[in-house]
């Protein structure tokens, strides 16, 4: 496992104030790190973060796949007293959707999670503040069509209008959205900063070219690893922490991602000036 380091600047943070330390996590597929995932917590701990924050794909969706691992994570995690925010990707709204086939696995899993004080976000956004900067997160859950194999289809902003309204200017939006293809479109709708996995780094890795190929079986995708940015709007890709079908990583270790968020606006300044 890396460990990843991305710094990103905002003027809607004041420059005095410390910055704020995301840890981000996505695509664990209930992989187990160690007894009681000791190592993945170990290495959270040394990152010193302020809240914590999940792209998707905990869990495997597979029939009686298990969900524990995942838990005993949480379990670890909600005693370290951060806030805990999860999005959902596609394995997660398959089992939450599709009933007949997953049972009440996922519906379980949630409650639990919950009940130690960690928020789920299933096409909801949660309001806080960090200093002076006003804090939108939305988990953002794609419909299922968007993960076919062999399909792109067409994506604007309507879903996340509809789900999210229009972003108010004066805060700071970060956007739990699983896949990172339609990073153009979340940055135009208003994402300052969106957080996405599903690519797996692109499973296989060429030195100098990048991923080669996607679950859904496109190939050198665009958005497969790391931190880009488009118009003062950043997108950050995590490789994961585990895999499923396929499990090969070559030059494509998993990661854990810290962002910083450093503040430039001026103290008593608000962002709107």
């Not at 998707?56 to 796949?65: C, F, K, P, Q, V």
């Not at 009440?104 to 806080?128: D, K, P, V």
């Not at 399909?151 to 902003?157: I, Q, S, T, V």
């Not at 700071?172 to 599903?198: C, K, M, R």
């Amino acid at each position: 496992m890396e460990i990843k380091n991305y710094e990103i600047r905002t003027q809607k943070l004041h420059k005095s104030e410390r910055p704020l330390r995301i840890i981000m996590l996505s695509d664990l597929h209930d992989r187990l790190w160690g007894k009681d995932q000791s190592q993945l917590l170990q290495a959270i701990d040394g990152l010193s973060g302020d809240m914590v924050l999940c792209a998707g794909d905990m869990l495997l969706g597979r029939e009686h796949a298990g969900v524990e691992h995942a838990v005993t994570l949480f379990k670890g995690l909600a005693k370290r007293r951060m806030p805990i925010f999860v999005g959902n990707g596609n394995h997660e709204s398959r089992m939450r959707q599709q009933l007949g086939v997953y049972g009440r696995q996922y519906q379980q899993y949630a409650e639990r999670l919950r009940n130690m004080g960690i928020h789920i976000l299933e096409n909801e956004s949660f309001e806080t503040t960090y200093g002076s900067m006003q804090l939108c997160i939305h988990g953002y859950e794609m419909p299922l069509k968007y993960y076919r194999k062999f399909c792109m289809l067409g994506y604007d902003e309507e879903d996340l209008e509809q789900r999210f309204g229009k972003p108010r200017e004066d805060a700071f939006h970060i956007l739990l959205a699983h896949n990172p293809v339609y990073f153009e479109t979340y940055a135009q709708w208003g994402a300052d900063l969106t957080l996405s996995g599903h690519l797996h780094g692109g499973i296989i890795r060429i030195p100098g070219i990048g991923g080669v190929i996607t679950p859904q079986a496109k190939l050198f995708p665009k958005y497969d690893r790391g931190i880009f940015e488009k118009d003062g709007k950043y997108l950050v890709v995590s490789a994961g922490l585990g895999e499923h079908t396929v499990p090969i990583r070559i030059f494509n270790p998993p990661q854990l991602i810290c962002i910083e968020i450093k503040g430039t606006g001026e103290d008593g300044i608000s962002s709107k000036d």
